[in-house]
T-cell receptor, first 115, second 115 residues
Framework: AQKITQTQPGMFVQEKEAVTLDCTYD???????LFWYKQPSSGEMIFLIY??????QNATEGRYSLNFQKARKSANLVISASQLGDSAMYFC????????????FGSGTKLNVKP | NAGVTQTPKFQVLKTGQSMTLQCAQD?????MYWYRQDPGMGLRLIYY???????DKGEVPNGYNVSRLNKREFSLRLESAAPSQTSVYFC??????????????FGPGTRLTVT
């Protein structure tokens, strides 16, 4: 069975500092994709970044990067130079190539950016 | 280009009432999904449709039915609402195809309360 674990229910970070949000996953499928989504207080889900299990390099998208450690089954999101607008819930998700339409989400981390 | 739209945005039902949540996407995606989001539990997949005319159960399908009316539209029906179905419901779509994962695009959500 597939499972995503986010162990940090809430985090604080000072504006302009970097922050790492943890995500560990469990799957026996050798081919899978990992995703991070942001959910602001307004409620919409916004896609941030994707990492494929066979990608050789860690994914980056602007201020977002994914620290992918395959052996440890972790896919941590790093946000550099935090901004007030980064305050939101962040969800890690996974789907496998075998069950490519079944997405599994973690319980989320609430990030608060302090001015 | 509206992306994924959902109606209604809010709904209050009495126990035993029925209703249908509507979802439409204009991105020509093959796959569509229904999730529910409960506090502290992230998103859980209710049903998904990999193509027009096909539907499959997700993690929490009991108490729900779905219809993939055409490529654009995917509806979720509650035949006899129960308080346990109080939640926020999200529709999503993706260009996911066999053997590949792609990010999902989400609608704005429907906040449903069953009293």
């Amino acid at each position: 069975a597939q499972k995503i674990t986010q162990t940090q229910p809430g985090m604080f970070v000072q504006e302009k500092e970097a922050v790492t949000l943890d995500c560990t996953y469990d799957t026996s499928d050798p081919s899978y994709g990992l995703f991070w989504y942001k959910q602001p207080s307004s409620g919409e889900m916004i896609f941030l970044i994707y990492q494929g299990s066979y990608d050789q390099q860690n994914a980056t998208e602007g201020r977002y990067s994914l620290n992918f450690q395959k052996a440890r089954k972790s896919a941590n999101l790093v946000i550099s130079a935090s901004q007030l607008g980064d305050s939101a819930m962040y969800f890690c998700a996974m789907s496998t190539t075998y069950n490519f339409n079944k997405f599994y989400f973690g319980s989320g981390t609430k990030l608060n950016v302090k001015p | 280009n509206a992306g994924v739209t959902q109606t209604p945005k809010f709904q209050v039902l009495k126990t035993g009432q029925s209703m249908t949540l509507q979802c439409a996407q204009d991105m020509n995606h093959n796959s569509m999904y229904w999730y529910r989001q409960d506090p502290g539990m992230g998103l859980r997949l209710i049903y998904y449709s990999a193509s027009e005319g096909t539907t499959d159960k997700g993690e929490v399908p009991n108490g729900y039915n779905v219809s993939r009316l055409n490529k654009r539209e995917f509806s979720l029906r509650l035949e006899s609402a129960a308080p346990s179905q109080t939640s926020v419901y999200f529709c999503a779509s993706s260009e996911a195809v066999q053997g590949a994962s792609y990010e999902q695009y989400f609608g704005p959500g429907t906040r449903l309360t069953v009293t």
